[in-house]
């Protein structure tokens, strides 16, 4: 089976797909991560990240890229938001997710436009979201946590940011799919997100795992 898990950024989204991959047994691929690459190793080549064809070409980013700390900085989660508005970027990037989400067995994949684009035939589909001050919350104790110095006020700005990029661009927007749950999880704590969407795929598709 494909689950296919979308939503804003900091929503809970990989939290979630993480717990369901655990509780069916099946693969996680975190799509952002590829995203992060692309923006990373445009950055390592001193190209523009808003440049097309300087995105494009850091697509051929080496696997190694994955095992960089430097992928999971704030600063480079707007890299890749930046670069992911490039059509020929997210064409470059699509048949790998497609072959993941087609594997034998089947996968979770979470990202912005699963659902909708990459496995639009997925057989359990959620849009995990909460407010953007929820969000922004629950990053900046995050960063708090792991020693980064950083304002509320910046955190917030960044997710406004990144939502008005993410949903406001032409190619594959973020949006909820229409068969999609929609999983707002703002009066929600981690156990009672992840409990609720097993739930759900467990009603779409029975009881497995
Ligand atoms: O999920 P994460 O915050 O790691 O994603 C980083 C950025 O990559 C997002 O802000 C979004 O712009 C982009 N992305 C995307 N499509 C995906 C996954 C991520 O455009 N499927």
Redesign the pocket.
């Given at each position: 089976m494909i689950v296919a898990v979308?939503g804003p950024?900091?929503s809970g989204?990989?939290t979630i797909a993480r717990a369901l991959g655990a509780h069916f047994g099946l693969p996680v691929l975190?799509?952002?991560?590829?995203?992060?690459a692309v923006?990373y190793q445009t950055q390592l080549d001193h190209g523009d990240p808003d440049d097309a064809d300087d995105a494009l070409a850091a697509c051929d980013f080496p696997d190694s890229l994955f095992d960089d700390p430097a992928l999971r900085y704030e600063s480079t989660?707007?890299l890749?938001?930046?670069?992911?508005?490039h059509p020929a970027v997210?064409r470059a990037l699509f048949q790998r997710?497609v072959d993941f989400a087609n594997q034998p067995g089947g996968a979770v994949?979470?990202?912005?436009?699963?659902g909708t684009v990459?496995a639009p035939h997925a057989d359990a589909k959620l849009f995990v979201t909460a407010t953007p001050e929820e969000r922004a919350r629950r990053r900046h104790a995050e960063m708090l946590g792991r020693g980064v110095g950083v304002t509320y006020d910046a955190v917030l700005a960044d997710i406004y940011a990144?939502d008005a990029?993410?949903t406001g661009?032409v190619d594959?927007p973020?949006r909820r799919a229409a068969d999609a749950l929609l999983l707002d999880n703002t009066a929600l704590d981690r156990d009672a997100g992840i409990a609720a969407a097993i739930a759900f795929v467990e009603g779409k598709v029975g009881k497995r795992g």
């Open positions: 979308d950024t900091a989204k990989g975190d799509t952002g991560l590829l995203y992060r923006g989660g707007s890749a938001s930046r670069v992911s508005i997210r997710q994949l979470d990202g912005r436009d699963i990459i990144r990029r993410d661009r594959a973020l």
